[in-house]
């Protein structure tokens, strides 16, 4: 398939994804979310793909926000659908989804785009990089779960003070308010991201999935994250990776999974 708003390319077994609308700098439309949903579809249950990786295209942008033409004569009741199918398509879809996503925010992350940065499971940004919700000087609210996830990763006073001044944050902010792993030169940031993959490719598939299952669970309201814990972690020792790394270890070599998972 060919996407108008998107650019990829597989390699070394990870797929890169580029949100491709310089003109707009890189803002997210219904369109793009719907694109993103269908690639990341493709390569969800592919055993060949270890990780994603998204980003945006130039300088200057990882997604500076929606794309506010498209809601601006928008009912109630739209607003409501439009917040509930990009949670649908896109961001919880990102949170839960079984392979690790890193966003590689090399430049303005604000609104949706910081929301879309915030559901990956690792950011990295470059030096120039500037993350902001702006939605309250437009008389509405993030709507793509950026009401929670900054709460839950930065408190909930940080999150009151960013959403109600929509003050955009630098990236060495962002990194002390554990935002993002990691702030690079924006000509290292891909290094830095392929470092990380290198590490994260070696490692059970299987298992890391069972881990964002868990991980995820202590942030849902009426779920015991421990009980999830244990869940999944007995899960793993119905794996085909479980049994080949604990031989590995008693074979003092290491290990080759395979990625197939009898659960996830």
């Known amino acids: 398939m060919n996407y108008e708003n998107l650019l990829?390319?597989?390699?070394?077994?990870?797929?890169?994804?580029?949100i491709n609308r310089p003109d707009k700098l890189n803002a997210l439309n219904t369109k793009t979310i719907s694109e993103l949903n269908h690639l990341l579809e493709l390569y969800k249950f592919n055993d060949d793909i270890k990780a994603?990786?998204?980003?945006?295209?130039g300088e200057k942008a990882f997604v500076a926000g929606a794309d506010i033409s498209e809601f601006a004569d928008f009912t109630s009741e739209?607003?409501?659908?439009?917040?509930?199918?990009g949670h649908d398509l896109l961001f919880n879809y990102i949170e839960n989804y079984p392979k690790p996503v890193i966003a590689a925010i090399n430049g303005f992350a604000l609104g949706g785009g910081f929301e879309l940065a915030l559901s990956c499971h690792i950011r990295l940004a470059s030096d120039n990089a500037k993350m902001g919700f702006p939605e309250v000087t437009l008389g509405v609210?993030?709507?793509?779960?950026?009401?929670?996830r900054l709460s839950q990763?930065?408190?909930?006073?940080?999150?009151?003070?960013?959403i109600m001044t929509a003050e955009m944050i630098k990236a060495d902010e962002a990194y002390r308010l554990g935002l993002v792993n990691y702030v690079l030169p924006q000509s290292e940031l891909m290094n830095k991201v392929n470092e990380l993959l290198?590490?994260?490719?070696?490692?059970?598939?299987v298992a890391i999935a069972h881990a964002i299952i868990a991980i995820n669970a202590n942030d849902k309201d009426?779920?015991?994250g421990y009980a999830v814990e244990v869940e999944e972690f007995g899960k793993c020792f119905e794996e085909d990776d479980f049994?080949?790394?604990?031989?590995?270890?008693?074979?003092?070599?290491?290990?080759v999974f395979k990625g197939k998972s009898a659960h996830v």
């Not at 994603?52 to 295209?57: D, E, R």
């Not at 990763?153 to 960013?162: P, Q, S, V």
């Open 141 to 148: 609210i993030p709507g793509y779960g950026g009401t929670q």
């Open 198 to 205: 290198e590490k994260i490719k070696t490692k059970s598939p």
């Open 243 to 255: 049994k080949e790394g604990t031989k590995a270890f008693l074979e003092k070599r290491k290990p």
């Open 78 to 85: 739209q607003g409501k659908m439009l917040s509930q199918s």
């Open 8 to 18: 990829h390319r597989e390699e070394n077994r990870v797929i890169y994804i580029t």
């Open 52 to 57: 994603i990786v998204i980003t945006g295209s």
């Open 222 to 224: 009426g779920i015991n």
């Open 153 to 162: 990763l930065a408190g909930k006073g940080k999150a009151f003070e960013l």
